[in-house]
Antibody, heavy 123, light 108 residues
């Protein structure tokens, strides 16, 4: 059974940093791209970033480029999102999601999602 | 302002067929697959349709997807109360993923 469990969310001041983690199990982690998608309170889904299985390819939304870094540790089956220079508008539930197709990264298909972790940026 | 355009709301009565549209451009829907997600209140999104018209295992055949040019549609037939949720379309667009703004479906 595929499971994705996010952690690391919390309250942080504007300008601060936070690192999210997503522990994966139930599939061959290294074979699949992984992504972060966020949802501000009462708003729609916003894609944040995606990373290929080998970590060789990453893409970012313009809204986070230069501030957020996606990475993964395939030996630990864990996905990360390092978030720096946080702003109030980064407040959201952050979901990690598994890309649907082996070796793919440039697609919008995510077949498994975690339960999400809430990040609140406020003073 | 989302790159993909969806109606903010839709509604129907039990047993009806409803359709949700998703409009994009040549750089996203026009040249890439469309995916649809269902988000029930208070839960994570769930993949409903992939590659324009394919259903993952476990998704009822009441749900169907289609694409034509730079637009796509999600159809739900035999509407049920448990279909009340937010629905999102998504597509790849030149180095990033774009989502529609979401459509809230109400079952009257």
């Amino acid at each position: 059974e595929v499971q994705l469990v996010e952690s690391g969310g919390g309250l942080v001041q504007p300008g601060g940093s936070l690192r999210l983690s997503c522990a994966a199990s139930g599939f061959t982690f290294t074979n699949y791209g992984m992504s972060w998608v966020r949802q501000a309170p009462g708003k729609g889904l916003e894609w944040v970033s995606v990373i290929s299985g080998s970590s060789g390819t990453t893409y970012y939304a313009d809204s986070v480029k230069g501030r957020f870094t996606i990475s993964r540790d395939n030996s630990k089956n864990t996905l990360y999102l390092q978030m720096n220079s946080l702003r109030a508008e980064d407040t959201a539930i952050y979901y990690c999601a598994k890309v649907i197709r082996v070796t793919a990264v440039s697609i919008a298909g995510f077949d498994y999602w975690g339960q999400g972790t809430l990040v609140t940026v406020s003073s | 302002q989302s790159v993909l355009t969806q109606p903010p709301s839709a509604s129907g009565t039990p047993g009806q067929r409803v359709t949700i549209s998703c409009s994009g451009s040549s750089s996203n829907i026009g040249s890439n697959y469309v995916y649809w997600y269902q988000q029930l209140p208070g839960t994570a999104p769930k993949l409903l349709i992939y590659r324009n018209d394919q259903r993952p295992s476990g998704v009822p055949d009441r749900f169907s997807g289609s694409k034509s040019g730079t637009s796509a549609s999600l159809a739900i037939s035999g509407l049920r109360s448990e279909d009340e949720a937010d629905y999102y379309c998504a597509a790849w667009d030149d180095s990033l993923v774009v989502f529609g703004g979401g459509t809230r479906l109400t079952v009257l």
